[in-house]
């Protein structure tokens, strides 16, 4: 190979995750003030495809060109700038490239999903094949998973999580062996209940939403109730991840759902305040909660920073929740919208588009 003008391509499918743990606050550069814990999703991922030439001198960052769903993006493109030049000194290699992106969604972008686990994940696997391709390296599959983990965090924290299988925890952890700031780590001695769990994700409103979650991390900073918080996050940790190693749903369910109503509760005090539950949230919260006691079913739910409810439970109620959807809460849906996903087996390398 002409080491001056070396070209090549790299390509992964990447899932979105769903937390039960959450991250909420961050300091220096992109480090948890908590532990968090999630479930890699299968059917709400990103695939993203890179193409690379090196153009045998350097710049102060790499050359972009970026393609959503085959139409150039300057919004993504600014963001993806942004993330390769502040991290520059991470893949030396990376001031000569000239990199055309290209990446699309299994889910549709207002959808009020947040798609930056799954694309800043997809980038970064991307990035850690080609940097494997330019130095001619062989990583083995956990080294490899690591720094993939590393880089995605540099772009967003929760995107660590999604390199790996069914379960991973990120941040340091006294109750999770080998856990780090840096990087996430892979929960491998999880009970067979969760392989194929279910997370229906009801789509209350479509709406971007009204703060980022940058903004979010940011004011936790002069928020009161922090330092406990973050004390909370620790005993939850370790609470969640013996359920998850128990099987024991309804220890889990009544965590996840704290932790969710938690999250929002800190976005309502914090100043400025933000709620972004809708009345439909607090609706379905209410149907979700009357329906387990009547049918003592575990169906539980959670919330990401948004308003849309993820309804978690096992595969052996698929039915009877299917029932109770379309009874009692599709009609709470912003047109009837819901995403069906199950936990996944995470990542694949791909050579093409399946979308
Ligand atoms: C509420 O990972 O989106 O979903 O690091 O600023 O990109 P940045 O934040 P991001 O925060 C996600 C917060 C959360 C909880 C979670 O996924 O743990």
Redesign the pocket.
Known sequence: MDNNHQTGSAGWRSPS?I?LV???G?YGK?LPQNP?I?FTLSQAFTETIVRYESLGYEQDKPLVDFYFEGKPNEAFKMRIEDFLKTNINEFSKLKELHLSIESRNSFPHSSGI?S??SSMSALALCLCSIENQMTETVSNQDEFLKRASHLSRLA????CRSVYPKVAAWGSSSSIPNSDNLFAVSLTNIHPVFDDFHDDILIVSKEEKSVS??IG?SLMNGNIYAESRYRQAEDHTQQIYSALQNGDLRSLGKIIEDEALT?HALMMCSDPSFILMKPNTLEMISRIRRFRKNSELPVYFTL??GPNIHLLYPDSCKNDIEGFIERDLLSLCEDGNIIKDQVGSGPIEINSFSL
């Open positions: 995750n937390a959450k991250y909420w961050k992109q968090s999630s947040a930056s686990a967003s924290g929760s995107a979650s940058s991390h999250l990401d920073a």
